[in-house]
């Protein structure tokens, strides 16, 4: 991950940030130069916690963090989450004193309007995003680094989360939830999910009957799903994290060596790519044909009413690897025009707590990405939930960079062609990709 160069932020600790307040505070009151137009507020040393500006002698890193006086905030929430988020703020309040008003907003709507609501200091103090947005908003400079509580953070989601609330080596989000894809098995058709590939094809060979539409497994050939023929095997979209467009590595050994397997698998599953799309696959596994299905959290209310249903990680590869997703995080930030940066600071904290991520998946389903609560037996004795979590661990997060749009059709053009002809030699055909990547990038 590249180095921003607002990286000495992070190493800002909590003492100093509480030492300071009081210098810093006179420091803003001085500098006022009669111009109206909204600033962020970049720490939470912006405000004075002591209601009666005096300093306190004591050590600051042994004092409490509290809310600005008379501090009040505003939280963005999707509307399948805003009974929870009520609950949440009544909760805060009740320990910080703090009232928090939920206002509901589509998860998808939330980046576009803190761009425009931001700066005029209109918009909600925290909101949620998913992580390939936060690209956009720090560049803008519209999100707050989640500096404070850093390396508790750090300690206690899961690694993936981290990553993908992080940018240019800042982390900004409060990991919420998390989600990837995992394999989906009718346990009336299959007892016990597969270890590997090589269980895979041993179970479709005395299954298949492609005659009567009877297939061991599906996915749909498009990057999102078929990332593990790349990502287990040592190949990657962009370098350095999905960082670096300079590096594609989608034309590597690790690449190749994914594609070959892949093309190998093509006797179990004696399908074009074409014919296999989502509501081919979610029709067969409803009616009892199709044993596996690798899928995501947002169809199990399409197949709990109507399959035996069981959740397991992806099988391992041909060398026992781990099969590598792409996953998605969705975490809180805070708005860096917040008058109340230390309230809303806290609000986030409190928000991705371990206890609350418990309570939001139980009210809504979300997959916590803290490591306790995926370990609760709320979650560990799921037998559904469980196995996504489980196979989040083992995911990277989707790149998030806008140069991403320049891989999808050609990556899927190389997946469909190198399925469907299993005669094509991978190497020469991944190299036309890279060469179709490059090319779009460089017009740009």
């Known amino acids: 991950m590249k180095k921003s160069k607002r990286s000495k932020m992070q190493a ?18 001085g500098s006022g130069n009669g111009n109206s137009t909204a600033q962020p507020n970049s720490s939470p040393n912006s405000t004075v916690n002591d209601p009666g500006g005096t300093t306190n002698e004591t050590n600051p890193a042994e004092e409490e963090l509290k809310p600005e006086a008379g501090a009040e905030l505003t939280v963005w929430e999707a509307k399948e989450q805003v009974e929870y988020m009520k609950q949440l703020a009544a909760d805060f309040e009740k320990e910080y004193g703090v009232p928090v008003t939920v206002e509901e907003m589509a998860g998808g709507d939330q980046g576009t309007r803190l761009a425009t609501d931001g700066p005029s200091k209109l918009a909600a103090d925290v909101l949620t995003l998913p992580h390939d947005q936060i690209g956009q908003a720090v560049k803008a400079g519209l999100l707050l680094p989640n500096d404070v509580f850093e390396e508790e953070t750090k300690s206690t989601m899961v690694e993936t989360a981290i990553q993908a609330s992080t940018y240019e080596g800042i982390l900004y989000g409060y990991p919420k939830s998390v989600e990837t894809y995992a394999l989906f098995y009718n346990k009336d058709l299959i007892s016990e999910a597969p270890k590997t590939w090589d269980d895979v094809v041993a179970f479709a060979n005395t299954y298949n009957k492609p005659k009567e539409n009877k297939f061991a497994i599906m996915w749909e050939f498009v990057g999102y799903y078929s990332y593990p023929f790349i990502g287990s095997f040592g190949g990657y979209i962009y370098g350095d994290n999905n960082t670096n467009v300079k590096d594609i590595g989608l034309n590597n050994e690790g690449t190749v060596k994914g594609f070959t397997f892949l093309q190998s698998l093509k006797g179990i599953l004696p399908l074009n790519a074409g014919d296999i799309t989502y509501d081919v696959k979610t029709q067969l596994f409803q009616e009892g044909k199709l044993a596996m299905n690798i899928d995501g959290p947002w169809s199990i209310a399409m197949f709990k009413d109507h ?7 992806l099988p391992k590869g041909p060398d026992g690897q781990d099969s590598v997703s792409f996953s998605g995080v969705k975490s809180y930030y805070v708005n860096s025009y917040t008058a109340y940066p230390v309230a809303s600071r806290l609000f986030a904290h409190f928000a991705s707590n371990k206890e609350n991520q418990l309570k939001n998946f139980e009210m809504t389903g979300a997959i916590p990405a803290n490591i306790e609560a995926g370990e609760a037996p709320v979650i560990k004795d799921d037998p559904i939930i469980s196995g996504f979590f489980e196979q989040f661990q083992h995911s990277v997060p989707m790149p998030s960079l806008s140069e991403i749009k320049s ?3 050609p990556l899927k053009a190389a997946f469909v062609s190198l399925w469907n002809d299993p005669g094509l030699d991978v190497k020469q055909t991944l190299d036309k990709t890279v060469s179709t990547i490059q090319a779009d990038l460089d017009s740009k």
Not at 15 to 29: I, M, N, P
Not at 307 to 313: E, I, K
Request: with cysteine; aromatic share 8%.
């Open 12 to 29: 800002v600790s909590f003492s100093l940030v509480l030492s300071l307040l009081l210098v810093l505070t006179v420091t803003a009151c």
């Open 307 to 313: 399959v035996n249903l069981g959740v397991a990680p």
């Open 407 to 409: 891989v999808w059709e």
